[in-house]
């Protein structure tokens, strides 16, 4: 195998403490500046145009994937303003799901029409092999032109790093910027977890203990529905953080050391996911439901619990008010908790953009100041929140500033776990769905991530 350039998994604490604090860090990026010509042959350095005033008649293509209501309220907000402001220009907004974008995106982004600035999901499937298609360009210019490198810290800019041949993440030129912090929890009922006699649960133990007592209840232990796919990498992903700890979790995404993901911790995860489904926690048909089916199921009070995203919070805090909460798992007591989470996708320029510099500076209002304080006001997590983002106490918005915080700051924040191979998205989910459709012993299931896994690391 060939040698491998070293990662630096520990950058998510700081990144992710700058989050939660909206204090930025001073530590200097290990990662080189633009390489002018070596990824698409677009231009990538010279003067950058900041006033799209100035650009005359543009109608500017942006593919996201902002379908989630808070998510999605504060895009059309943003779009409509920016309109407002450069009325030459025309959004034409192209919105898909996570799981229809990974689908459609490349395609997309190689035909005779590309859009000009896509949402990009960071790691190797996605941003890497569209780097190495030569299908975005850096952004460089453009984090140096708005402010970008300075008002986030380097080590969240890393994350949306390549190098030109898209074969080394986290280093290289910089192939986008993301509006949003986001982290896996679990969102619960507070009314029938009170009726159930049970308090919030802070580990895995205690998790379990809360669902097999709503499960004899009666009650269905936990909404989910995994036709979307991605629904299954997140339980499994907070199920294997717990179970395996953080550091073998960080050596297998970002292949350092020699963890396996046929290792004890790995197979004792989808042991538990396995188990879970034998015993009726998932529900039945899950494979078949959507995401937002089981999110609308527990926001009708069907469920007691719901193992999602914080990008949720704009679904059912309107529905549920102030009887949904949101807490994350800890491995014992008195531990601090660990789960999946980092950055929102992020916002990219594409190489063939007839606009790239109008492309930057929308992408700018998304993250700027005002960008950040919209995607609060309407119910998400900004990527540095401000300094004025303080949620009704009470709220599900509290508990997830609260949760993020205690995530982040005690070095709790864990890659997604997509992000390890060109196709680990595709070998994980379907392994996934199997494993909790009885089709995959938990062995066979950690087989097969591994032989990925493997594959990946020998053709280095």
Same mark, same amino acid.
């Given at each position: 195998?060939a040698?491998?350039?070293?990662?630096h998994?520990?950058?998510?604490?700081i990144?992710a403490?700058?989050?939660?604090?909206?204090v930025l860090?001073?530590?200097?990026a290990?990662s080189?500046g633009?390489?002018?010509?070596?990824?698409?042959?677009a231009?990538?350095s010279?003067?950058v145009a900041?006033?799209?005033a100035k650009a005359?008649k543009?109608t500017?293509?942006?593919?996201?994937?902002?379908t989630d209501?808070?998510?999605?309220a504060?895009?059309?907000?943003l779009?409509?303003?920016?309109?407002a402001?450069?009325?030459?220009v025309?959004i034409?907004? /192209?919105?898909?799901?996570?799981? #229809?974008?990974?689908?459609?995106?490349?395609l997309a982004? =190689?035909?005779?029409?590309?859009?000009?600035?896509?949402q990009a999901?960071?790691?190797?499937?996605d941003?890497?092999?569209?780097? +190495?298609?030569?299908?975005l360009?850096?952004v460089?210019?453009? *984090?140096?032109a708005?402010?970008?490198d300075t008002?986030?810290? =380097?080590?969240?800019l890393?994350l949306?790093?390549?190098?030109?041949d898209? +074969?080394?993440?986290?280093?290289g030129?910089?192939?986008g910027?993301?509006q949003?912090?986001e &982290? @896996?929890g679990?969102?619960y009922n507070?009314? +029938?977890l009170?009726?159930?006699?049970?308090?919030v649960?802070?580990?895995?133990t205690?998790?379990?203990?809360a669902?097999?007592?709503?499960?004899?209840s009666?009650?269905q232990?936990?909404?989910?529905?995994d036709?979307?796919?991605s629904?299954? &990498?997140h339980?499994?992903g907070v @199920?294997?953080?717990?179970a395996?700890g953080?550091?073998?979790v960080?050596?297998?995404?970002?292949?350092e050391?020699?963890?396996?993901w046929t290792?004890?911790?790995?197979?004792k995860?989808?042991t538990?996911?396995?188990r879970?489904?034998?015993k009726?926690?998932?529900?039945?048909?899950?494979n078949?439901k959507?995401?937002?089916? *089981?999110?609308?199921?527990?926001g009708q009070?069907k =469920?007691?619990?719901l193992l999602?995203?914080?990008?949720?919070s704009?679904v059912?805090?309107?529905?549920?008010?102030?009887n /949904?909460?949101f807490? !994350?798992?800890?491995?014992?007591a008195g531990q601090?908790?660990?789960t999946?989470?980092?950055?929102?996708?992020a916002?990219s320029v594409? =190489?063939?953009?007839?606009?790239?510099? /109008?492309?930057?500076?929308?992408?700018?209002?998304? /993250?700027?100041k005002?960008?950040m304080k919209?995607a609060?006001?309407?119910?998400?997590?900004p990527?540095l929140p401000?300094a004025?983002h303080?949620?009704t106490?009470?709220?599900v918005? !509290?508990?997830i500033?609260?949760?993020?915080?205690?995530?982040?700051?005690?070095?709790?924040?864990?890659?997604y776990? #997509?992000?390890?191979?060109?196709?680990f998205y595709?070998?994980?989910t379907?392994?996934v769905?199997?494993?909790?459709?009885?089709?995959?012993?938990?062995k066979a299931?950690?087989?097969?991530?591994?032989?990925d896994?493997?594959?990946?690391?020998n053709s280095?």
């Open positions: 195998m040698e491998r350039t070293p990662r998994p520990r950058r998510r604490l990144a403490a700058a989050l939660a604090t909206g860090t001073g530590v200097a290990c080189p633009p390489s002018d010509g070596s990824a698409t042959g231009k990538t010279g003067p900041t006033d799209p005359g543009v500017l293509t942006v593919w996201d994937q902002n209501p808070g998510a999605n504060s895009t059309e907000a779009n409509k303003a920016f309109m402001k450069y009325p030459n025309t034409k907004r /192209v919105s898909r799901s996570f799981a #229809d974008l990974k689908t459609t995106l490349k982004l =190689s035909s005779a029409n590309p859009p000009d600035v896509v999901n960071q790691g190797y499937p941003m890497g092999a569209f780097v +190495k298609a030569k299908l360009q850096p460089d210019r453009y *984090a140096k708005y402010g970008w008002a986030f810290p =380097s080590q969240l890393d949306n790093r390549f190098t030109p898209g +074969k080394t993440w986290e280093t030129n910089l192939y910027v993301s949003t912090g &982290i @896996i679990v969102y507070k009314a +029938k009170k009726s159930l006699g049970l308090p649960p802070t580990t895995l205690g998790f379990e203990t669902l097999a007592k709503a499960k004899a009666g009650l232990p936990l909404s989910y529905g036709a979307d796919k629904p299954g &990498i339980v499994f @199920i294997q953080a717990l395996a953080k550091s073998e960080r050596k297998l995404v970002f292949d050391g020699d963890a396996k290792d004890s911790g790995t197979l995860a989808a538990t996911l396995r879970w489904a034998d009726g926690y998932l529900g039945s048909g899950f078949g959507s995401k937002d089916q *089981a999110v609308a199921s527990f009070g =469920s007691l619990f999602e995203g914080t990008w949720q704009a059912l805090a309107p529905k549920m008010k102030k /949904v909460g807490t !994350a798992l800890g491995p014992a601090p908790p660990l999946q989470g980092g950055e929102g996708l916002w594409t =190489s063939k953009s007839k606009h790239p510099d /109008v492309a930057g500076a929308y992408i700018d209002f998304l /993250v700027n005002n960008g919209a609060a006001t309407h119910g998400n997590l990527a401000p004025d303080k949620p106490p009470g709220t918005d !509290a508990d500033l609260t949760r993020w915080k205690a995530v982040s700051e005690k070095d709790g924040l864990l890659p776990l #997509d992000y390890t191979t060109p196709t595709d070998t994980l379907a392994a769905q199997e494993l909790t459709a009885g089709h995959l012993t938990p299931f950690t087989s097969r991530l591994q032989s896994y493997s594959s990946f690391q280095r």
